[in-house]
């Protein structure tokens, strides 16, 4: 008796390469071969290396990985990968992260800015930084930067609280140092003055720091430089100057610096002027132009302007002018929100009068809907257009005008004619009537905020019993919000949309058409529905019902099997697919496919497909040793006819190492 033992020789494609790894990060050695389901042990220091939550061995076909996680400087050194009596070395090399250049204690004032910085051995490395043992987190208070080896935090505005011991850690090594933060000291406090009509006077204050961040307050609202208020600082020293004193500077005023705080009263004696002309009450529509005019006894004197008790000042929408005895404050273009009283002041006299506006007749166009349903932490957006720029308009909510400056999440654009308010990140309570108002026109629009809703079936899945070759259809009704994404598994496996089966939609409806089954179709149909309320499944069995097999006495005629297109040459790159197509007609036939004479089954590596007189062969991911001949064989009882073509790879390339060693391929 003759035995012939066939031995196929091993090859490496890819080595495993020496690696270099910061301490505490991940390492991982990769092999490739070029078969599959080759036995590969891992070996560090002559032991073999086991599966561990820091050590994990994978074997991917061809594919074979050592990944080391966490790791250490322990385990530095040469790792092996031995396949049969092969064996591939690569070394493992551990690097540590350390501090070169130290940080030290700093000294500030108050309000002024503190920057520790820090240099590493290794670029754009993680680190952390403690405050008092806490981590510090990134906010307008701590910035944190890295530029390459170097790290920097700093404390913007220091004050008392921001004094501690900061620590910079950076891998296993680590650094303190102190931050003293040294209060503000006014030297010469702030005085009262007393000053009448037109003087100029100055408030004068001394600290014991340069350089500080300070601020002015009047009755408790910070005080900008303005041509008739002046602020000055010379070294320690800060001043504030008023020009051209009238009744209205009459107040607190305070110079306030980190924790110090300094604060004195202005007295200021009104002139006796008197109004020989007071200003008048206006009423007039939005757009026009508005004018008050007064006269006072006394010419060329400063007289202030205010409009519900704060001081108006000169812009490009409001202009103020004297004449003399005459003043006049003018608003050539008005808008509603002008409206209000106006007060001048001259000296200790004052004449008031309101101007009233009345709003204008503007077109607001009908909103596409006039109720909106939107999911809750959705994004709401009304819109409204009307018939002119620039209108001034108003938003309400409930009858309640909405603070867009307060409301972060209501935001408010105007594009020309087009005003739309948006809503990010809806929640149940922005449901309600909002009301867009412009002039004397309004428009509204309900808005419905909901919950999100579960999918759920209103009409389950039902058996199925058809005969073959006929269509089979399941339906379900599925509800839910938001969106629903819905799939459909056969016996588990997630199915698409091709030329033998149809995924349907329309509104709640969804269903799986299969335009024609075969017994291999029979099987359990699950429809999965889904969205971030949920998921709902709904199941039904597919039986197929296949005719009587009629005797062979009954039977008519087959026809004989003929080829109409053959199968063609292909070639393919490695670990790309490949496709064998043959047309072939005939009765009652039995379609075989064979690769190097050895017949291929249906597996994931090979799939065999039929629609109508077509038949294909896919191989999914093609290797050298599925190269060769393939054969299409169609049999019946009238005959048999086959072809065959050739499948080449190209740019195949390995590593040789001689081995001898039987292999396990794929199943043919």
Known sequence: ???????????????????????????????????????????????????????????????????????????IGEYSAIIGQLECKAKLYVESVHITKTMKSIEVPETKTATFQCEVSHFNVPATWLKNGVEIEMTDKFKIVVQGKLHQLTIMNTSHEDSAEYTFICGNDKISATLTVKPILITSMLKDMNAQEKDTITFEVTVNFEGITYKWLKNGKEIKSTERTLLRTKQSNHT????????????????????????????????????????????????????????????????????????????????????????????????????????????????????????????????????????????????????EDEVEAQWLKDGIEINFQVEERYRYIIQRRVHRMTITETRVSDSGEYVFVAGKNRSTVTLHINAPDPPSFNMELEPCAVKAGEPARFCGVIVGTPKLEVSWYKDGQKLSSGFKRKILHDENQYTLLLIETFPEDAGTYTCEAKNEAGVAVSGASLDIEVPEVVSPEAEAPADPPTIISQIQNTTTTEGKSAQFLCRVTGTDLKITWYSKDKEIKQSRFFKMVQFEDTYQLEIAEAYPEDEGTYTCVASNSAGQVSCTAELKLEDYKVQSIDSQSITSGKAV
Request: with cysteine.
């Open 1 to 75: 008796a003759n035995a012939r033992l066939h031995v196929e020789v091993i090859k490496v494609i890819k080595k495993p390469k020496d690696i270099t790894a910061m301490e505490n990060s991940t390492a991982t050695f990769e092999l490739s071969v070029s078969h599959d389901n080759v036995p590969v042990k891992w070996m560090f220091n002559n032991v073999e290396l086991k599966p561990s939550s820091k050590c994990k061995v994978i074997s991917e076909r061809k594919v074979h990985k050592l990944i080391l996680e966490n790791i250490t400087s322990a385990q």
């Open 240 to 387: 504030l100057s008023i020009r051209n004193v009238h009744f209205g500077d009459a107040a607190e005023y305070s110079f306030v610096a980190g924790s110090a705080s300094s604060a004195a009263t202005l007295y200021v004696t009104a002139r006796q002027i008197e109004f020989r002309k007071h200003i008048k009450d206006i009423k007039i529509t939005e757009k026009k132009k508005a004018t008050f005019e007064c006269e006072v006894s006394e010419p060329n004197i400063t007289l202030q302007w205010m409009k519900n008790g704060e001081e108006i000042q000169p812009s490009d929408r409001i202009k103020i002018h004297n004449e003399k005895f005459v003043h006049r404050l003018t608003i050539p273009v008005t808008k509603m929100s002008d409206a209000g009283q106006y007060t001048a002041v001259a000296g200790g006299s004052i004449s008031t009068a309101n101007l009233y506006m009345e709003a204008r007749h503007i077109l607001i166009s009908k909103p596409i809907f006039t109720d909106i349903q939107i999911i809750e932490k959705k994004r709401a957006v009304i819109e409204f257009e009307v018939n």
